[in-house]
């Protein structure tokens, strides 16, 4: 019989052989639907590889993908089949989309219960500026619905869209697009008379927030202060100029 021991490490290569494939099929297709537990396990790993993988990219010389990736001794964190398709990607598209990025590479949404009898909690593991991104479509769908109620955004959806399009490639462009995108698909809404054509959908707008203070009223811009503490904005830097040592001539 197996000892104590040797479960454990069996335990534990299995666990790491998880990470790694949740790892290269999360680069792979961009998102994965897991359980939360193993979304948050592989999450740490997930961002020390692409961190690590992304900054020695930087200090490779080589024109031919390949030889990039080859030359790159983080992809050895893959495993053998996934190492030259998924660090084609990281070298090709990944280091131009996280140029400006050192870290915060991915996010979790939480999801509902999954179906059947463990009800256990699941999760999307997802990276962050891409096409399929659930938060960026999520918020670009409160807006479209702010813009047809004709509400402005309040604090927290305004400071969401903010952290969206800083770092992603014409970020604001890119928002614009899905928030007409999101009027269309979800709303009914036809561009060209500029109305919303289902009556069912018109009845659903007509359901505003509760407490519209939060809208442009009064309340406005006090949901991200602290109410504890009196916290004050911090100042602008300035530029100033050191003079220069009387020991250095």
Known sequence: MPSLQKFHANVARHVKLMDKNLCANLIRNEYIVTTRTKAKRAQAKIESFLAS????????????????????????YLQPPDKVEVGSKIVNELSSRYANRNSGFTRIVKLEP??????????????????????????????????????????????????????????????????ETAKMEFFKYDPETQTVTDEAMVKNLENKPANLEYYGGNLSGTTLVSKKYNTKARPQKQDVVIPKSPFLA
């Not at 993908?65 to 030359?71: A, I, N």
């Not at 699941?122 to 891409?130: K, Y």
């Not at 479509?137 to 309040?154: E, F, H, M, N, S």
Request: negative net charge; aromatic residues 6%; without cysteine.
């Open 114 to 179: 999954r179906l059947g009898n463990d009800k256990a909690p699941m999760s999307v593991i997802e990276l962050v500026d891409s096409d399929y991104e659930i938060k960026f479509w999520y918020t670009a769908k409160i807006v479209a619905r702010l813009q047809l109620q004709g509400l402005p955004l309040d604090d927290i959806t305004k400071h969401n869209m903010e952290k969206l399009i800083k770092f992603r490639p014409q970020g604001e462009q890119a928002f614009t697009d899905a928030v």
């Open 53 to 76: 993988a992304l900054k020695e990219n930087q200090t490779i010389n080589e024109t031919d993908t390949l030889q990039r990736v080859l030359m790159n001794k983080s992809m050895n």
